[in-house]
C-alpha cells in the first residue's frame, strides 16, 4: 500500500493492525489519499512568504480530500441513566471519510502546529475508537526530510533570487516582528553571521522549530503508545513537495486569499 507515495520519498507508518485493517476493509481510502497527497505541492514562496503557518497547498489539500467525501466531523458521545443524559464529550475531527455501513475513517492534518496538539489528535482517536465511532485514525504531517530540510530549503530560496536584505524580502512578502528582525540582527552583529545565514537560521528556528509538529515528535508520541490501541495510519510530507518553480504566482494568491480572509472577518 502506498507505494507511490514512499516512492516520492513519503514516510508511512501503519499501528495496531491498521494495514490489514485498511487493505481488507477500506482499500477506496488508500486511492483516495495516495491520489490527493500525490498532488500535494508547495510553493518556497509560500513557505517565506506566508510566515510559516498552514500553506496554500496544504489547504488545497483539505479541500481535495472534502471533494472526495472526507468532511469535518462533530461526534458528540453520551452517557445516559434511564434515558437521562449525564454527561458528554463531543470530538471534532477535520476530516472524516464515512461508508455505507457506518465505519469511518478519521484524519488530521498537522502541518505546523505546536505538538502538544498530537496528543489532541491521538487521545480522540483512542477515545473514538473505543466507542466505536471510528475504524482507523490517520494523520498527516511534516515528514523528517522537510523538518530537517527545512533550513536547506529556505537557503535556496535566499541564494537562486539572491536576496541578502529585509528590503529584498519584503517583495516576497515577508515583513519581519520587530522581535523578528531584532533576533537576526543579533545573529549578525553578536555571532558574526551573513545576512542570509542569520535570516535562515532565526526564521526556520522561529516558524518550524523543535517544538512544531514533526515526525520525530509524533513518533516520539506513538512509541509511548498514545493512542493506543486505535489503529493508526501515519504520513510524512517529504521535502520534495516543496517547489522552487512558482515565483510570484504563488504570492499572488497568498495575497488573494489574505484579501478574501480580511473580508471574511470585516
Known amino acids: 500500500m502506498f507505494e507511490q507515495l514512499v516512492a516520492r520519498g513519503y514516510e508511512v507508518q501503519f499501528l495496531s493492525h491498521a494495514a490489514a485493517i485498511v487493505s481488507v476493509d477500506f482499500p477506496v481510502v488508500v486511492d483516495e489519499l495516495e491520489a ?6 508547495i510553493p518556497i514562496e509560500e513557505i517565506i512568504g506566508g510566515g510559516g503557518g498552514e500553506a496554500r497547498s496544504t489547504q488545497r489539500l483539505r479541500r481535495a480530500l472534502v471533494e472526495q467525501g472526507w468532511h469535518k466531523t ?5 452517557k445516559r441513566i434511564n434515558g437521562v443524559p449525564r454527561e458528554s464529550q463531543s470530538h471534532e475531527v477535520d476530516h ?31 477515545r473514538l475508537h473505543a466507542d466505536g465511532a471510528i475504524s ?4 498527516v504531517t511534516r515528514g523528517r526530510s522537510l523538518h530537517e530540510g527545512m533550513r536547506r530549503l529556505v537557503r535556496r530560496f535566499l541564494d537562486e533570487r539572491q536576496i541578502s536584505s529585509f528590503e529584498q524580502l519584503s517583495d ?10 531584532t533576533a537576526i540582527l543579533d545573529r549578525i552583529k ?23 509538529t514533526h515526525w520525530r515528535k509524533l513518533e ?8 493506543n490501541p486505535c489503529p493508526l495510519i501515519l504520513i510524512g510530507l517529504p521535502d520534495s513537495v516543496i ?24
Open 36 to 41: 490527493a497527497l500525490l498532488e500535494t505541492r
Open 74 to 78: 462533530k461526534f458528540v458521545v453520551e
Open 96 to 126: 472524516v471519510r464515512e461508508f455505507a455501513d457506518g465505519s469511518r475513517i478519521a484524519l488530521e492534518i498537522e502541518w505546523n502546529n505546536k505538538d502538544p496538539f498530537y496528543d489532541r489528535d491521538l487521545e480522540n482517536y483512542k
Open 136 to 139: 482507523v485514525g490517520v494523520i
Open 172 to 181: 516576497w512578502r515577508y515583513l519581519p516582528t520587530a522581535r523578528q528582525k
Open 190 to 212: 553578536r555571532r558574526g553571521q551573513t545576512f542570509n545565514d542569520a535570516f535562515t537560521e532565526s526564521f526556520v528556528a522561529d516558524k518550524f522549530g523543535e517544538a512544531t
Open 220 to 227: 516520539d508520541r506513538v512509541s509511548r503508545g498514545v493512542g
Open 243 to 266: 517547489t522552487f518553480d512558482e515565483g510570484r504566482a504563488a504570492l499572488a494568491e497568498v495575497a488573494a486569499a489574505d484579501a478574501e480572509a480580511a473580508v471574511a472577518e470585516d
